[in-house]
């Protein structure tokens, strides 16, 4: 079990706007501005498309946007395209000695 | 721009010792601020970080895996490495190395995959 909750699946058509949702505790997401997303296509490595709650890096597509209310993070894709089909998972740092969470990840379907 | 590689063997026997290198190329394993991790994913599953290392040498380690875990750095090769030790079933994953920042992950090597089988 993920010490950080995400839905197993989202779905959307193109164009339109999906949320995905990540739930921890006190102890990670909602005590620190520390979580980032990452978008991971079958036999790819991850990459890192928000840190730090709400930042995007150099060349990631401002369609991607993060926030986070409580204990509860959000990755959010609008204008949803065809290649963002993928696997989303986030993380946070944690005050618990594993330092490092994940999510369980999320499969994103392009309908 | 700045990549990373892991390599080492990709079988490894049960109850033996997993060892994987990760190169640096295109910058400095020894730039400050930056942690170099391990994160590994089972076949059909999600991430799961294993543990990281300052060029200094200071680790931090996942306590689930601590008791079978090493990772050391070697600033003269620009690498650094992952040493698993007692190794199951439970161990065959594809394993990453990245460069940290604290909590995230900006660079990733492509991966590798190891099989723990006789």
């Known amino acids: 079990q993920s010490a950080l909750t995400q839905p197993a699946s989202v779905s959307g058509s193109p164009g339109q706007s999906i949320t995905i949702s990540c739930t921890g505790t006190?102890?990670?997401?909602?005590?620190?501005?520390?979580v980032s997303w990452y978008q991971q296509h079958p036999g790819k490595a991850p990459k890192l498309m928000i840190y730090e709650v709400s930042n995007r890096p150099s060349g990631v597509s401002n369609r991607f946007s993060g926030s986070k209310s409580g204990n509860t993070a959000s990755l959010t894709i609008s204008g949803l395209q065809a290649e963002d089909e993928a696997d989303y998972y986030c993380?946070?740092?944690?005050?618990?000695?594993?330092?490092?969470?994940f999510g369980g990840g999320t499969k994103l379907t392009v309908l | 721009q700045l990549q990373l590689q892991e390599s080492g063997p990709g079988l490894v026997k049960p109850s033996e010792t997993l060892s994987l290198t990760c190169t640096v190329s295109g910058g400095s394993i020894s730039s400050s601020s930056y942690y170099w991790g391990w994160i590994r994913q089972p076949p059909g599953k999600g991430l799961e970080w294993i543990g990281s290392?300052?060029?200094?040498?200071?680790?931090y380690y996942n306590p689930s895996l601590k008791s079978r875990v090493t990772i050391s750095v070697d600033t003269s090769k620009n690498q650094f490495s992952l040493k698993l030790s007692s190794v199951t079933a439970a161990d065959t994953a594809v394993y990453y190395c990245a460069r940290q920042w604290i909590q995230y992950m900006d660079v990733w090597g492509q991966g590798t995959t190891v099989t723990v089988s006789s």
């Open positions: 993380s946070s740092y944690t005050s618990s000695s594993t330092w490092v969470v």
């Open positions: 290392i300052y060029y200094s040498g200071s680790t």
């Open positions: 006190s102890s990670d997401v909602g005590g620190y501005n520390y």
